[in-house]
T-cell receptor, first 113, second 113 residues
Framework: GEDVEQSLFLSVREGDSSVINCTYT??????LYWYKQEPGAGLQLLTY?????DMKQDQRLTVLLNKKDKHLSLRIADTQTGDSAIYFC?????????????FGAGTRLAVHP | DTAVSQTPKYLVTQMGNDKSIKCEQN?????MYWYKQDSKKFLKIMFS???????INETVPNRFSPKSPDKAHLNLHINSLELGDSAVYFC????????????FGPGTRLTVL
């Protein structure tokens, strides 16, 4: 089946680390993605990880992938108020020779002083 | 230099009316998509076109008819609008293959009264 699950809310204090978790179902996904949606805007690709990697670091962002458990996480170090947004996990699934993205429900991150 | 643009940004209409949403991308991508985001922020793919050809058609009522006059445009026409059609509709585009990062438009908020 096609299913991506995430927790819906996360609240952190400014300067702390945020960890957003995601589980997916399709073990053949080539890429797994994290998208960010700010209020009133479209989604923007934040980072991604190739399925043969365990970890990817990009400045304040660290993505961890556990293929055995089909678990993906996004860690944001030194979280700032500007990081407040909805974060969507997505997996790519083959459909008729093309890829389609299946999104989780999104995790709303609230950063407070 | 907007990459993916949609018009209109807001659309308020009565039940039973027919309306269209337009999307254009200037990224030279071959593939375009329509997504629906409901009030709980859940994002689901509706359609995808590659070079004007329909490649993904999820379980969407046939009141929804996408049209792609050329690979830079993908419009969405909705007949006999219902209350449940109220949502934010996002257009996106990507290249085929590889990372296939999807670039999203700003969204069209449709309200059916």
């Amino acid at each position: 089946g096609e299913d991506v699950e995430q927790s819906l809310f996360l609240s952190v204090r400014e300067g702390d680390s945020s960890v957003i978790n995601c589980t997916y179902t399709d073990s053949s996904s080539t890429y797994l993605y994290w998208y960010k949606q700010e209020p009133g805007a479209g989604l923007q690709l934040l980072t991604y990880i190739f399925s043969n990697m365990d970890m990817k670091q990009d400045q304040r962002l660290t993505v961890l992938l556990n293929k055995k458990d089909k678990h993906l996480s996004l860690r944001i170090a030194d979280t700032q108020t500007g990081d407040s947004a909805i974060y969507f996990c997505a997996e790519s699934i083959q459909s008729g020779g093309y890829n389609k993205l299946i999104f989780g429900a999104g995790t709303r991150l609230a950063v407070h002083p | 230099d907007t990459a993916v643009s949609q018009t209109p940004k807001y659309l308020v209409t009565q039940m039973g009316n027919d309306k269209s949403i337009k999307c254009e991308q200037n990224l030279g991508h071959d593939t375009m998509y329509w997504y629906k985001q409901d009030s709980k922020k859940f994002l689901k793919i509706m359609f995808s076109y590659n070079n004007k050809e329909l490649i993904i058609n999820e379980t969407v009522p046939n009141r929804f008819s996408p049209k792609s006059p050329d690979k830079a445009h993908l419009n969405l026409h909705i007949n006999s609008l219902e209350l449940g059609d109220s949502a934010v509709y996002f257009c996106a585009s990507s290249q085929v293959g590889g990372l296939a990062e999807q670039f999203f438009g700003p969204g069209t908020r449709l309200t059916v009264l």
